[in-house]
C-alpha cells in the first residue's frame, strides 16, 4: 500500500528512517505497526518543531491534522466565554492529540518549551488505518488518554482540599513519566506555575503554599524552581 507523500521536502527513506529511530515509537499509538509497513506509514507523516508558548491549533481552527508527542510537552486548554482559560491536561511525549467536533478543534494546544510532533493530515490517517487494524486499536487506545485527562480533573476538582490537589498533581506527573520510561523521581514541572494553579482551580499563591507545605511535612523536596524530589511517595497519596 503506497500513500501520496505528505512531506515533499523528505526524501521517504529521511522519514522512514526518522520512524524506525523514533525513541518514543514504543509508548506511541504506531508500536504496532510491523517494519515493514513503516516505510509507508512514514510518507503520511511529518515532523514539525515548536517553540515555548507557540500555538499548535486554536479551538475552533479547522481540523486538517492529527499529532503525535514525540518530544517535550503540550498544554491542552479550552477557552471559555467569559475570557478565562480552563486547562485541560498536559501532554507527554507518546500522547496522540486533536480530537474535533464538526470538523472543528475541541480545544487549543500550545508548546510547554520545544515541542516536536508528529503532524499527519486528517484524511491520510483516516485511509492508512482502515487498511491497518493494529493501528487503529493503538490509535482509539491512545486517544482514550484525552477522556482520562479530563476524568482526572474531575476528580482533583471534586472534593480534594488544596493540599491534595497539588499531591494528587505530583504523582500523576511522576506516573506519566514512568508510563513513557522516563525518570519519576525527582520529576519536572515544565509548567508555570499559573498553568498549574489553572489545571488545579486554585490561585498561584495557593500553589506556592501547598508546596511549602509538602515540603515543611519532608514529603517532598526542592531541587530548584522547576525540579521536585518525592521523598515519600506513600504519605503523598494519603494526602
Known amino acids: 500500500m503506497m500513500l501520496q507523500k505528505v512531506n515533499k521536502d523528505k526524501p521517504t527513506s529521511t522519514n522512514s528512517s526518522r520512524c524506525l529511530n523514533c525513541k518514543i515509537r514504543s509508548h506511541s499509538f504506531c508500536r504496532a505497526m510491523k517494519e515493514e509497513d513503516i516505510e509507508d506509514f512514514s510518507c503520511i507523516s511529518l515532523e514539525k518543531i515548536f517553540k515555548n508558548k507557540e500555538n499548535i491549533f486554536l479551538q475552533e481552527d479547522v481540523a486538517n491534522n492529527l499529532f503525535n508527542v514525540t518530544s517535550g510537552n503540550v498544554k491542552i486548554y479550552k477557552l471559555l466565554n467569559d475570557g478565562r482559560i480552563q486547562i ?51 490509535l482509539l487506545h491512545q486517544t482514550s488518554h484525552e477522556l482520562n485527562l479530563v476524568q482526572d480533573r474531575i476528580k482533583v476538582l471534586g472534593k480534594l482540599d488544596s493540599i491534595e490537589r497539588m499531591s494528587t498533581f505530583i504523582l500523576n506527573v511522576s506516573e506519566q513519566r514512568a508510563r513513557i520510561g522516563w525518570q519519576n523521581n525527582p520529576i519536572s514541572l515544565p509548567m508555570t506555575r499559573q498553568d498549574i494553579a489553572d489545571y488545579l482551580g486554585l490561585t498561584i499563591e495557593t500553589v506556592s503554599r501547598s508546596i511549602s507545605e509538602l515540603k515543611k511535612r519532608s514529603i517532598i523536596k526542592l531541587i530548584n524552581k522547576k525540579q521536585i524530589f518525592i521523598n515519600e511517595f506513600d504519605q503523598l497519596r494519603l494526602e
Open 88 to 138: 485541560i491536561g498536559f501532554l507527554y511525549p507518546g500522547d496522540f492529540f486533536g480530537s474535533y467536533n464538526n470538523n472543528k478543534y475541541n480545544y487549543c494546544a500550545e508548546a510547554i518549551g520545544e515541542v516536536k510532533v508528529c503532524s499527519f493530515l486528517k484524511s491520510d490517517i483516516n485511509l492508512f488505518i482502515e487498511k491497518n487494524i493494529m493501528l487503529a486499536k493503538g
